[in-house]
């Protein structure tokens, strides 16, 4: 069985930062590209950042680039996404990814899915 756990969530004001992780079970997961989606109320899903299986290519949607940072301990099997100068906008539900398939380079909504953490941005 896959298992994701994401933890890390929480209220913080604009400007400050978070650091959201996600542990993975099941298996190994150095061959399969990890990421985060998010998805706000009323609002439908969206990618927010990914790191290939390799862990050397990343992406990012254009919302969080330059503020956002993903990466990757394949050692612990673990993903971590760093969230500097958060806006009222980021405030969301995410959700940890991982691909079906290996050397997968991105990650897409049928992959597994963790159960979510809460993201909160006052202003």
């Known amino acids: 069985q896959v298992q994701l756990v994401e933890s890390g969530g929480g209220l913080v004001q604009a400007g400050g930062s978070l650091r959201l992780s996600c542990a993975a ?4 997961f150095s061959l399969h590209a990890m990421g985060w989606f998010r998805q706000a109320p009323g609002k439908e899903r969206e ?7 390799s862990g050397v290519s990343t992406f990012y949607a254009d919302s969080v680039k330059g503020r956002f ?7 612990k099997n673990t993903m971590s996404l760093q969230m500097n100068s958060l806006k009222p906008e980021d405030t969301a539900v995410y959700y940890c990814v991982t691909s079906r398939t290996m050397y997968s380079s991105r990650v897409r909504e049928d992959d597994y899915w963790g159960q979510g953490t809460q993201v909160t941005v006052s202003s």
């Open 25 to 28: 079970s099941g298996r190994t």
């Open 69 to 75: 940072t993903i990466s990757r301990d394949n050692a």
């Open 47 to 53: 990618f927010v950042a990914s790191v290939d299986w």
